[in-house]
């Protein structure tokens, strides 16, 4: 079992910065930050592997934000940098346990956060 408590969203003008957070408790194969805006489907954001590092993005995201983890701490992150008004939307952390390939497919995460919510003002 794992259990995700995300935190740091918050409302901000474009070109500006938010740090969100994922405390997790119970170790994990992958974990990820996805999004949902209204009336739009949840997409992917950033992708970790735990054990080796290797971070993935979407293009959309891609140069602005940066996923990385504290093992210590059991915490993920998702820095976000150059915020625009199209990244506005509730943001989840996800997490999967088992192996395998975790790509950007929420079904392939069965864990998730209660999720926090990204503004980006113009």
């Known amino acids: 079992q794992v259990q995700l408590v995300e935190s740091g969203g918050g409302s901000v003008q474009a070109g500006g910065s938010l740090r969100l957070s994922c405390a997790a408790s119970g170790s994990s194969y992958c974990m990820g930050w996805f999004r949902q805006a209204p009336n739009k489907e949840r997409e992917a954001v950033a992708r970790?592997?735990?054990?080796?590092?290797?971070?993935y993005y979407a293009d959309s995201v891609k140069g602005r934000f940066t996923i990385s983890q504290d093992k210590a701490k059991n915490t993920l992150y998702l820095q976000m940098d150059s915020l625009k008004p199209e990244d506005t939307a509730m943001y989840y952390c996800?997490?999967?346990?088992?192996?395998?390939?975790?790509?950007?497919?929420?079904?392939?995460?069965?864990?998730w956060g209660q999720g926090t919510q990204v503004t980006v003002s113009s």
């Open positions: 996800a997490a999967r346990r088992s192996g395998g390939y975790c790509g950007g497919v929420a079904s392939q995460y069965g864990y």
């Open positions: 970790i592997y735990t054990g080796s590092g290797n971070s």
